[in-house]
C-alpha cells in the first residue's frame, strides 16, 4: 500500500481531496461561498480547497463534512480512491 511521502505524492493528495469536495459540494447543490459558510470557513477556502492548492486540517475537513451532511469517514475514502486513481498510470 503506497502513502503520500513527498511532494509530488502531496499535490496528487491536494488534487484528488479537491475533486472529492467539488463533487460532494456540487451534489450537494451548494456554492462555495454557501459551502464556506455553513461551515465557517473563510469564503475563498473551498476555491483553494478544491484547485488542490491547500489540503484540509482535521478541524477543517469536520467542519466541511458537516456543512455537506457526509461522514468525514466518506470524504476521507472517497479521496484515498481518488489519490489511488491519480497515483496509478494507466494501463496500455
Known sequence: M?????RRDREIVAIAWGRILRAAREAAGMSQETL???AQL???YPSLLERG??????TSLFAISHALNVPPSELVERAWLAYRALETPPED
Request: net charge positive; glycine share 0%.
Open 2 to 6: 503506497s502513502t503520500p511521502k513527498d
Open 36 to 38: 464556506a459558510m455553513r
Open 42 to 44: 473563510d469564503r475563498t
Open 53 to 58: 492548492r491547500r489540503t484540509p486540517t482535521l
